[in-house]
């Protein structure tokens, strides 16, 4: 199976492959781009997809992975290559700075070079960390961090949030990660009937939101090898036109087995998905913000004597 991408500006059909090598073009050091990566229903490949944007790039700039899910529910305490000292390393009351923060993410290595994951990798005996709830917190960390490529691993189902929080009458989870500076959602769905059910039903929730579906990348997980299923390939070319691209990872089954742990162990064509997921998203923020990127905001500090799981920073010059 061929990596295939139909991105609405790239004019591609529904069946052809693209067959270029991308090169990533490195970003400005001042930009900083905020990638949730969000799921339609469960098994969607999510935090596969999120590790291979990581690694790609990891080509552009400085990559990092916030892991936003209980450690216990979570892949990456047992993906990374060189832990760190985790999220329970970050101090709560005091100010951070760049070096703590980097200090408490774990390293990972890819094709295109180091990236850096913030989670919780403790025993899992360990009482349970208590994680930020709010999107800008994790945006805060990043920003000290100084990573100009932040990858959100989120694990909310997109419409159950939209339709939950319309329902109370407050924000919703998904809305808050597409209203941070320079945000670009990646939208995960298998690629079989439930999956894309999931994904229509998604994009359904996410226009009635007034969500940003312009500067959407869906990310289509296949789970076997071979052709893609009829009713996949259909749902794929009813999206042209309502995001910016959508790009099919392929099957492989050294993710089916281990995961992100042997990353130099995946095969060419999933690497190679990576690679344009990770165009897609830069190029879904070049028609946004424009070309160079603008700088990225400077959120405030995190106040002293405060926990980590309630911070919530003002950002400052925020762009919608």
């Given at each position: 199976m061929h990596l295939k991408v139909w991105p609405r500006k790239y004019g591609c059909n529904a069946?052809?492959?693209l067959g270029r090598k991308t090169i990533l073009v490195p970003l400005p050091t001042h930009a900083r781009l905020a990638l949730p990566v969000m799921s339609a229903a469960g098994g969607s490949g999510r935090s596969t997809v999120a590790g291979l944007l990581a690694g790609s790039l990891a080509a552009a700039g400085t990559a990092a992975v916030l892991d936003t899910v209980p450690r216990l529910s979570s892949p990456w305490p047992a993906w990374v290559t060189f832990p760190g000292g985790g999220l329970s390393a970050v101090p709560s009351d005091v100010p951070?700075?760049?070096r703590q923060v980097r200090d408490a993410a774990s390293r990972c290595q890819g094709p295109a070079g180091e990236w850096?994951?913030?989670?919780?990798?403790?025993?899992?005996?360990c009482?349970?960390?208590?994680?930020?709830?709010?999107?800008?917190?994790?945006?805060?960390?990043?920003?000290?961090?100084?990573?100009?490529?932040?990858?959100?691993?989120?694990?909310?189902?997109?419409?159950?949030?939209?339709?939950?929080?319309?329902?109370?009458?407050?924000?919703?989870?998904?809305?808050?990660?597409?209203?941070?500076?320079f945000a670009v959602p990646v939208l995960c769905a298998a690629a079989n009937g439930d999956g894309v059910q999931a994904l229509q039903t998604a994009v359904q929730a996410a226009t009635a939101e007034g969500l940003p579906l312009q500067r959407t990348v869906v990310a289509v997980v296949s789970l076997a090898d071979g052709r893609?299923?009829?009713?996949?390939?259909?749902?794929?070319?009813?999206?042209?036109?309502?995001?910016?691209?959508?790009?099919?990872?392929?099957?492989?089954?050294?993710?089916?087995?281990?995961?992100?742990?042997?990353?130099?162990?995946?095969?060419?064509?999933?690497?190679?998905?990576?690679?344009e997921l990770a165009q897609a998203v830069l190029d879904a923020a070049k028609t946004a913000w424009g070309d160079p990127l603008p700088p990225a905001p400077v959120?405030?500090?995190?106040?002293?004597?405060?926990?980590?799981?309630?911070?919530?920073?003002e950002l400052e010059g925020a762009s919608a």
């Open positions: 069946g052809g492959a951070l700075s760049r850096q994951v913030l989670t919780d990798h403790q025993d899992w005996s009482p349970p960390l208590s994680l930020p709830a709010d999107p800008a917190a994790w945006y805060q960390l990043a920003a000290i961090g100084g990573w100009q490529t932040v990858v959100a691993d989120t694990g909310h189902a997109v419409a159950h949030d939209i339709v939950t929080a319309r329902c109370e009458g407050r924000p919703g989870t998904t809305a808050a990660w597409c209203g941070l500076p893609l299923p009829a009713p996949v390939r259909a749902a794929i070319t009813m999206l042209q036109g309502r995001v910016s691209a959508v790009v099919t990872v392929p099957w492989d089954p050294q993710v089916r087995v281990g995961g992100l742990r042997a990353f130099g162990r995946l095969k060419a064509r999933t690497v190679q998905a990576g690679t959120p405030a500090a995190l106040p002293a004597a405060r926990s980590l799981d309630h911070a919530s920073p």
